[in-house]
């Protein structure tokens, strides 16, 4: 049982507060249903503790580190058959958030289960948020713990603007995000779930150096 969960219990309202909160969840669910019809394939959305969240156009240098690092991730993920990575659009559907990840990646025992016609997703093992001013609060907070409560095994935060790379992992003891490094332009990242994917950090902000850190990972 979690802390809260105790605490809650001791309370002599606890009846009358889980009552309250279901009341809550149902109206949620209602308005997550009416948020899938909604929404299009040409809008950026997502529903985020009972409300939606549309986003603005992203700056070119968001676009870019998610461009570059997709396209060394993908392009690794296919070479090795390790599953599949996708860029963008992907509605990930958790418990009570849907959300959609700059760049996803699922397991093989994951992606076999993967259909065509997939709309709504899984919560996949890696996801990657690129980091702007209007989003970097969900991407540190909300996301931070929905992600980890759902088993994400790995989380990579990208800022473009101090081009740097963040990494985290579940810590096995607390069932939450572990940071596992901060890297820089002069040193390489590494995923924990994806075997032998290592890419110099300047790749996800350079094309030169991202055609380079390629035709390294096509031939390793």
């Known amino acids: 049982m979690t802390e809260l969960a105790a605490q809650l219990l001791e309370s002599p309202k606890a009846p009358q507060i889980i009552r309250q909160v279901q009341a809550i969840l149902n109206d949620e669910y209602k308005r997550r249903q009416a948020f899938y019809e909604w929404m299009d394939d040409d809008m950026k959305a997502e529903f985020i503790n009972g409300e939606v969240v549309v986003h603005s156009p992203a700056l070119h240098r968001h676009n870019m580190a998610v461009m570059l690092l997709g396209t060394l ?109 901060l890297f820089r332009v002069g040193q390489s990242v590494s995923s924990q779930v994806i075997t032998g994917f290592t890419i110099p950090v300047k790749a996800v902000f350079d094309a030169g150096a991202n055609v380079t850190a390629l035709r390294a990972l096509l031939t390793a």
């Open 73 to 181: 991730l993908n392009t690794y993920v296919n070479v090795h058959e390790l599953g599949i990575a996708l860029v963008e659009k992907t509605l990930v559907e958790l418990t009570r958030n849907s959300y959609e990840p700059d760049i996803v990646f699922f397991d093989k025992s994951k992606a076999v289960h993967l259909k065509p016609d997939q709309l709504y997703y899984p919560a996949p093992d890696l996801i990657v948020e690129v980091l702007s001013k209007s989003t970097q609060q969900n991407d540190r907070g909300v996301k931070f713990e929905d992600y980890a409560a759902h088993n994400v095994t790995e989380y990579w935060l990208v800022d473009p603007v101090r081009e740097t790379i963040e990494t985290f992992t579940i810590d096995a003891d607390t069932s939450e995000y572990a940071a596992t490094g």
